[in-house]
C-alpha cells in the first residue's frame, strides 16, 4: 500500500461506490415521495439501469471523445490543486471557450483548428485575470475564480440572446479530441514529477511559506499555473462546442454549470493526479451520458447529476478525513 498510485485508485473507487450508494438511497426516496410507496424494480429500471448502462450506448470511441474536454478541465483543475490552490472557476472557463469557438465558427466561419486556438487564447486570459488578483493583491484563488466564473457565464448569456448559433458536430474530431486530452495528461504528470518548474510546484503546494524561504516567487508561479489551468478550461469549452455538446437552453447558467462539476468531481477523484484525472473524467462523463437519459416520470437527468455531486462530496470527506484537505484557502 506504498504506492501513492494504487492508494489513490483505491480511495477514487471507493469514493464512486460510496456516492453511487447514497443515490441510490436518493432514488429511494424519490421513488416513495412519488409513488407512495418504495419500488425497488423502478428504482433499477428507471434510475440505475439507465445511469450504470446507457454511457456506453454509442460505442468507446464516442465515449471516448465526449469526455476528453472534461479530462481537459479536469486537468486544468489538478494543475492548480498541485500548487495548493482551488480552482473554482472551471464552469466560467469553459462558457468562454464555447463562446470563442461560437463566434469564430458561426459567424467568421473559421475552421475548428483556429476556434479551438481562439478558445485556447481567450482561456488564458481569463485564466490571468484571478491569477493577477492573486499575484498583485493577494486575492485568495477559490474567490478569484468563482467570481471571474460567474461574470464569463452571463457573458456567454448575453451573446447567446444575441446570436442565432449554428451548432456544429464534428464527429471527426473524436479521435484528435482524445489524442490532444491525453498527449497533455502525459505530459502535464511528466513535467509535474520531473522536471524543475513540477517540484517548485509542489513545492508551493505543500507550503507557500516553505517555498518563498526557498527562493520561489509564489505570486508570479500562481499567475502562471492560473494561466495554464485557463488555458486548459478554454481548450474544454471550445473543444465541447466543436463536438457539438454546448447545448443552447434558456438559462445558460444552468446549462454551463455542469461541466464545471464534472471537470472538479474527476480532479477530486483523482487526488490532483494528472493521469488519474483524465482516467476519472472518462468515469464521470460514462454517468453524465448515462444521467441525461433518465427521463422516466420519477427520475430525471437532474438525478443523475445530483449523484455526481454527492460523488464529489465523498471525495471531500475522505480527503478531509485523511487530514489532507489541502491549504487553508
Known sequence: MKNKGFRSLLRALLCLCLGLLLGVAVMIAAAWLTLGEIRLETVWQEGLLPLLTSGWREGPLVLLGRAAPDALLALGISLAWQGGMLQLGGAGLYALGAAAAMLCGSLLGWPWYACLAVS????TLWGAVPGLLKAKLRLRE?????????????????????IAWEQPAETVLFIPALAIAGALALLF?????????????RLLGESEN????????AGKTAFWV????GLLGGAAGGLDYLLGA??????????????????????ALAGGHPLGAALA????????????????????????EAILALILYCCAAVALGRGKGGRRA
Open 226 to 229: 492560473l494561466c495554464l489551468s
Open 189 to 201: 504528470w511528466l513535467g509535474v514529477k520531473f522536471t524543475v518548474p513540477g517540484l517548485t510546484l
Open 120 to 123: 485556447v487564447l481567450i482561456g
Open 246 to 267: 454546448v447545448n443552447q437552453l434558456p438559462d445558460l447558467s444552468l446549462a454551463l454549470t455542469g461541466p464545471g462539476l464534472h471537470g472538479l468531481a474527476a480532479a
Open 281 to 304: 473524467a472518462v468515469a464521470v462523463k460514462y454517468l453524465s451520458l448515462g444521467a441525461g437519459t433518465m427521463n422516466g416520470a420519477v427520475f430525471s437527468p437532474e438525478m443523475g
Open 142 to 162: 477559490a474567490l478569484g475564480t468563482a467570481l471571474t466564473a460567474w461574470l464569463a457565464i452571463y457573458i456567454l448569456q448575453a451573446l447567446s440572446a444575441l
Open 210 to 217: 516553505t517555498a518563498r524561504y526557498a527562493g520561489i516567487d
